[in-house]
């Protein structure tokens, strides 16, 4: 399993939402970032391969940019008020990382999950 997962609901639609781009980026200095992972999300929501496996994820901030507009154009959502949802957090230690986001065409929330 990847160090770093995600998992994304439509909470507006009550299904995992498949087919949103995500792009993983880590911060090298502060207004610069590199890109160290990518994929979509399959028919559970999940992204399997964001990393590989045995990556080393380093301490330090992270960020996963979440291409809402494609999968609301594939949903048939014209006026979802998010083109995309960033999310930042700070990895302090070693353990899984798993960023959730709940998504609707007019909000979204994240937690660190488990």
């Known amino acids: 399993m990847s160090p770093i997962t995600t998992h994304v609901l439509d909470t507006a ?3 995992p939402a498949m087919g949103v781009p995500v ?15 990518k994929g979509t999300t399959n028919t559970d929501g999940r992204v399997a391969d964001l990393l590989p496996e045995k990556f080393p994820v380093e301490n ?14 594939t949903v048939g959502v014209k ?11 700070e990895v302090r230690d070693q353990r899984h990382h798993h ?16």
């Open 13 to 15: 639609r009550g299904f």
């Open 23 to 37: 792009v993983l980026d880590q911060q090298k200095a502060p207004d610069r970032w590199q890109m160290i992972g």
């Open 60 to 73: 330090g901030v992270y960020r996963m940019v979440f291409d809402t507009a494609a999968y609301f154009r």
């Open 79 to 89: 006026d979802a008020f998010y083109p995309s949802v960033t999310v930042v957090f």
């Open 99 to 114: 960023v959730p986001l709940l998504l609707a065409p007019f909000g979204y929330s994240t937690y660190r999950g488990s």
